[in-house]
């Protein structure tokens, strides 16, 4: 059974960010096992979760809580609050068996979509076919998402298709952009400045403030590529 | 209510008191950089505190005003004219329709925050009416200011103002805007520390050209975590002392991203956020080491001030 504590006295190891945020480590390593139970500790705080609490936020392999500034007489003994609500909750924390369902995302690899598709074939020593194949064999995990509105970073990249970044990012990406750095892949919901090595381009609205669920994957989910033809 | 942009000026930003709740989406905070003085400023016209307000960094816009509206400048000092016209900030100002609004180069500090009475009407978007310029949504399209623009202001009729109308009462906003040299903010320990220990407080920094909305980027003595190992990315917040291998720490601000993998070597109290706001590059600043007690306190005094200018404020206008 995997333990939540982290810390030397067996409770969950916890850092203030200032005045407003906690930050709960279960470890330091990009690790599919430990962001599972970080998913699964976010759900279970979710669940308890105060009023006073203004964002969970999932990261590889800790979370933070952040809660409502707090307005005099009472500032910040929210925090402390906060803490104690965090150790009162189970220290066993399992991550869920059940699987959510598997987000699918058509992508066009290569060519204007991918133009990096066969510079990741070349290092990896494979066809650019068998790229693609691999890439879109495993079902990932949306381990947070950071760095941009809705960019899911995730979990379960073939270990074989790993490649540095770009050592001078381009100054612009495509939105739908799908892009492998170092040991993760990602999509870029938005064109912009990035480093990612691109190897093909979904048409799939990634985030969407508009919608009434902005953005298309939630931190935990599973997803999938799935190859399509065409220009 | 229309008012035409004319002439955008550096980076001019609808904002509000800011977009919680979305971090999890990867959706940072946004709103005023300096939540003091553009607090201050809608309090001024009477607007709610946290109403959508222009902010304007280091250069301003030319604005038209269609139909007269009463207006108040808050944040750093600058050149503001009506129609050839100086007018003052810190107080209230009735400009008659027609009138162009020119606001120039600011003389000390980065941002200046325009309220107007009835507050700027953009789509609320997750909550907020504040612009995200990375996410590209909320305020004007996403967007900084462009020429052309119309932006409209939900006033509930005719303000009936002749001619150029300056309160001949105004805020003090001191201490909590100050344009000290060097500015001095307040700063909680974070999980990193610096070696030696006084690498940190003892130097002045020199805030960098390329400091922006995502953080004010500092120059100085080169410093080193104690421990400089590689980390993964975990979740940051405003006010986050960041340190990146040139050892040139970064004060993360409203528009940073949610996550970050560099050491975190303190947090800036909230209550010192609005001078963060207004370093300009070159700007001259040091921190000073704080405990939860102090922030706690600071936090306190400055909701009080704000409490107390809300209530003269408000006398003043019901007497007007």
Known sequence: MARLAAGTDGSPDIERLGED??????GTAIDPRINARVHAFA????ASRPDWVRDIVPAYASLAVFVEPGKPPHACDLLDAAIDWIRAQPADVMADTAISGVVEIPVRYGGEHGPDLAAVAAHAGLHPADVISRHAAVDYTVAMLGFAPGFPYLLGLDTSLAMQRLQTPRLRVPAGSVGIGGAQTGIYPRSGPGGWRIIGRTETVLFDPRRSQPSLLSPGDRVRFVPVAGP | MTIRVLAPGALSTVQNGGREGYRHLGVGSTGALDA????????????????????ITLAGPRLRFERAARIALCGADIDAHCDGRAIPAWRPVS?????????????RGARVYLAIAGGIAVPTVLGSSSTDLRGGFGGVEGRALVAGDALHVATDGEIPVEALQVARWWIDPSPDIAFDTPTIVRVLPGRDTVAPAGALFDPEWRVAVAS???GVRLEGEMLRPVD????????????????????????????????????????VIRADWPRLGQLRPGDRLRFEPCDRAQALDAWRDRCHRLARIELAISARLQSA
């Open chain 1, 21 to 26: 945020g906690l930050l709960v480590r279960l």
């Open chain 2, 228 to 267: 400089p190992d590689e980390r993964i990315s975990e979740p940051v917040s405003p006010g986050t002392l960041q340190l990146p291998p040139d050892g040139q720490p970064i004060v993360l601000l409203a528009d940073a991203q949610t996550h970050g993998g560099y050491p975190r070597i303190g947090h």
């Open chain 2, 36 to 55: 003091y003085s553009h607090t201050v400023a809608n309090l001024l016209v009477g607007n709610r505190r946290d109403a959508a307000a222009l902010e």
């Open chain 2, 212 to 214: 922006d909305r995502q």
């Open chain 1, 43 to 46: 759900r279970q705080l979710a």
């Open chain 2, 95 to 107: 400009i008659p329709a027609g009138a162009t609004l020119a606001l120039g180069a600011c003389r």
